[in-house]
Structures are given as C-alpha cells and as structure tokens.
C-alpha cells in the first residue's frame, strides 16, 4: 500500500477588492504591499494629507487666537492710558472675531464715548455673562451718567450680591455701596442711602464720602448726625462752602454762634458764599422766630 499523497498547499486567491486585504501574506514571505496594492498606497498618502491638513487648520487657529488676545491686551493698555478712541478699535477687532466673549464686550463699554452706548456694551455683556460683577456696576454708572439713577440701582445690587458671594476686595465693594449710595441720592432716596454712605464713610472715610452723609441725614431731619458728619468732613479739608452748609444745620440744632463763626468763614473764603449759604441762613434764622446770626443776610 502506497502512502497517502499529501494535499496540496491552498492557492492563496486574489483580493475580491483593492481594499480586500486576502492574499496580503501567503505564508512565504508577504506581498509588497507598494506592488500589489496600489489603493492602501493612495490611502496613506489621502491620510497623510488629511494630517497635513489638520495641522494646518490648527496652525491658523492658534494664529489667529493669539491675534485676538494681543488686540484685547491692545484695548487693555489704550484704555488705561485714557486713549479711548484706540481702545474701542483694539475691542471692535476682537467682538468682530470672538462676539462670544463677554469681557471684550464689557472692556468696550468702558471705552464708549456716551452712556447710551456704554449700557449697549455693558449689557450684552451680561447677556453672555450674569455673573459678570464689574459689567453690573459698570451699567449701574452708565446708567447714573444718563440720568436715569433707579434704573441703575438693581445693577449696582446684583454687583454687591456677586461680590459678596464671590470674594470681590473691599476696597472695590466700597466704591460700588458709594456708587449705589449715590444713584439713591440722585433719585432723592436718601433714606434709602444711608447704610450704604454710612458704610462708605467708615470704610473709607473720605471727606465726599462723610459730605455725602451729612447730606443724607440733614435731609431726613438728623441735624446732630449731620452736623457730627460735617465735622468729620472739614476737619479732613473739606469745602469751604461746606462750612456753610455747616452752619444751616447748627441754626436748627439752635446753635446760632457757632452757625454765625461758619458763615464768617465761608465767606472770607469764598465771597459767593455770603450771596448763596448767608442769605439762606438769614431766613431760615426768621423762619425759626430767631435773628440772623453773624455773617448772615
């Protein structure tokens, strides 16, 4: 009996399609992939320059980002040197590529030449941003410069509420209670004004901030809080028509000399004031069934 014939080796059959990979490796050795393949090799080279082109646009991108953020660092630095007018191209040019970016939006407000367009700028800023603290405040004054005070008062309260909340400085925050304080002043709260000038005062103890609440308790009928807070603001070099001022408020506490020594004063001074505080004091001290005191008409 004759030995069994081996069968043959299987014929390795050609690939169905150039992207079949059959018949890549036949056991002896492999096809050279460049000879046998033509369409892997067209793939690679589609490959590389679908690579090629995503580094590209990548390149472009990080071009173009660092153009946006030189010229919003461009707007920065024209802003704080007061050039306005090249700070607000600096702005155009950055919302022009980035209109997402609510700080461009808000730095341009800054830089806007009427309160009209700044509270434009400023809001569409919040629109982007509502915790955007700086741009609340910042609308809160627009709107304080466009005569319309109230409508200011809620933005410079969401500001506070942020900062608060947010861990915004002191010195910041004073500035937006003084501010708030005075859009209430304007739209004649001044009840409404004193803790916020109050606050102020003795946070920062500047002599507008202790004028500010001297006004604000004189109009609410405190005389002595307003005369203590008057004293507070001349002694740290305050107006001199503020002596004046000073003077009405001691007339109704019924202290005539030291109003008569304030009218003195103001007016050597400051000749308007004999004319303007001396005439006021003269009929306030009548209106009271009192004689005018010294330097009043």
Known sequence: MSDP???????PRPPVSPYDPTGIDDGQGGIPIGARRPALRASAWIALAAVAIVIAVLAWRTVE??????????GVEALSAGRTDAARIAFDRVIEKRPDWAAAWRQRGYSAGNPEAAIADFTRAIELDGNDADAHAARGLAWIQANKPATGIP????ALAIGDAGGVDAATLTRWRADR???????GDHAGALE?????????????????????????GDWAGARAAYDRAI?????????????????QLGDDAAAGVDLVRCAQLRPECAEVLGTRAGQLARDLGRAPPPGAR
């Open 65 to 74: 980002r660092q153009a946006v953020e030189r010229a919003y660092a461009d």
């Open 155 to 158: 933005d410079f309260d969401r």
């Open 181 to 187: 304080a005075l859009a209430r002043v304007v739209s």
């Open 196 to 220: 916020d000038l109050r606050r102020v005062a003795d946070a920062r103890g500047a002599p507008e901030d202790q004028h500010r609440l001297a006004l604000a308790l004189a109009s609410t």
């Open 235 to 251: 002694v740290s070099g305050g107006e001199p028509l503020w002596l004046g001022e000073r003077a009405l408020v001691s007339i």
């Open 5 to 11: 014939v081996p069968p043959s080796s299987p014929r």
